[in-house]
């Protein structure tokens, strides 16, 4: 655990979410979105022990809480990275390595400002009433404050992040390219918005065109045989193995990855949220060949990490049937969008899911390092994929 920096006149630090008084978190009054909650973030604290996490919270004149940050330092291999980028990577870490600016074979160490994993803005929280440029900035400060004020952190931090930011939100975090930091656009967040009109899963077939209505009924008669169970705090132990197995094998596939989660993570998020953290498997034969999980946030249900067996995936349409049953909680529960995440978005597309871009934000401590950061910057462009059009209206073409 690292040792946490002294407090300033605007911000405070906390290296444990349970540090954090009660008395916070009312002045924030942030905790009835979830990822801003005590009970959500200790639970990711407590069971991912290969990310440090700290915790700033800036404060007015008057010392009253006005902002809350998520800090998460990370271990980062480039060598892990396996896609289109990657000669790209390389040439950079080859000038880096002779510039002696990034180490040799050691990880490079991250300072993440975000959720690393979750997509979207689940990292910083700001007061309604505040200049949301004015703190953004502040907190640049704090951060940079966070790492100088550390003598280990201050040797072995390589980069900064700050990370998912929606295209309504560039206004204000364009304010960090005053602070050194570049921007680049990753893969979208996919978002499914619900027709109000729809009361079941049946009004979401009628809304679509024959084409996806007749796709969405073939993935039904092919994963009949799936059975579907809830996993529940008193049988979760039973499931657990088989699937964190299947999630590493989702994981290994993914081009870009901050770090693997800790599925024991979820025994505590079922036991502090209670029915708002949904957990499903996908049996065939009494095996398990895929799950789903995702989190009831306010007006949003939130499709967190999947397992699947992909060997099993087409003949049985798997995941295509996970993404059905999403829309299918979704309207039981009168929910207004789907957050589907950034992965597979064609597939998601097929369903009725629209691209929401988001903006990262990145700057390497050595100045040097950070101009030739820049020039990869530039290049990462989103995975290019192909929008489908589902429905009969365009209701959800926002």
Known sequence: ML???TNTNNALYFNTVNDIPDSIWEALNCTNNLYFSPKYLSSIEKHNPQISFSYIVLVDETQNPIAFASIQIIDFYLDGIR????LLVRKVKNIGRK??????????????CGNTFVSGEHGIFIKEDQDKKIIIKELAKAIQHFVNANKTLSKEISAYMLKDFIKESLFITDELHDYSYYSFHVDPNMVLYLD????????????MKTKFRVKARKAFKQSADIVIN???KENIDDFLPKMTELYKTVSSKAEFNLGDFNLETYKTLKDKLGDKYIIKTYSIDDKI??????LINQTSLDAHFVGIDYSLNKEYAIYQRMLYDYIEMAIK?????INFGRTASEIKSSVGAIPQDLTIYLRHKQSLTNRILKLFLQKIEPTAFHQKFPFKNTFNEK
């Open 196 to 207: 109000e009109k729809w009361n079941n899963f049946d009004d979401y077939l009628a809304a």
């Open 83 to 86: 896609n289109d980028l990657e």
């Open 3 to 5: 040792n946490c920096c």
């Open 333 to 337: 529960h009168k929910i207004a969008c």
């Open 99 to 112: 510039l002696g600016v990034i180490p040799h074979k050691k990880p490079f160490k991250i300072l993440n």
């Open 230 to 232: 809830d996993v529940t």
């Open 289 to 294: 060949v895929g799950f789903l999980s995702g």
